[in-house]
């Protein structure tokens, strides 16, 4: 496909002729999966509880920039914070080998 013919085409289709060019950036964004998993699994727990990035904060004993930088993405967070959260929202935790550290 040509770039005109992907403006305005979904973004599976737009993702899927990116992909098919550069295998290197496949690879990149399949890296990031798992992030964005736990990301994801943080966010909806979160609002399952009603609470806002500040409750729960404050339930991990930690500040409200600390989750939402977690919550952005942007910085890699240390362990001992993604098992705290994982054990202040009851969310399971595993490393690729599939050892369980939290839950």
């Known amino acids: 496909m040509s770039k005109r013919q992907l403006r305005g085409a979904p973004w599976k289709d737009v993702r ?3 992909f098919a ?3 290197e950036l496949r690879a990149a964004y ?3 999966g798992p992030r964005y998993e736990f990301i994801s699994a943080v966010i909806g727990a979160r609002k399952e509880r009603g609470w806002m990035q500040a409750d729960l904060a404050k339930a991990c004993g930690t500040s409200q920039p600390a989750i939402a930088r977690l919550e952005s993405g942007d910085q890699d ?3 001992d914070t ?3 959260v994982c054990n202040v929202l009851g ?3 595993t490393v690729g080998s599939g050892a369980r550290l939290a839950g």
């Open 16 to 18: 899927k002729e990116m």
């Open 21 to 23: 060019e550069d295998p």
């Open 30 to 32: 399949d890296a990031l």
């Open 77 to 79: 967070p240390k362990l």
């Open 82 to 84: 993604m098992v705290k």
């Open 91 to 93: 969310l399971p935790l």
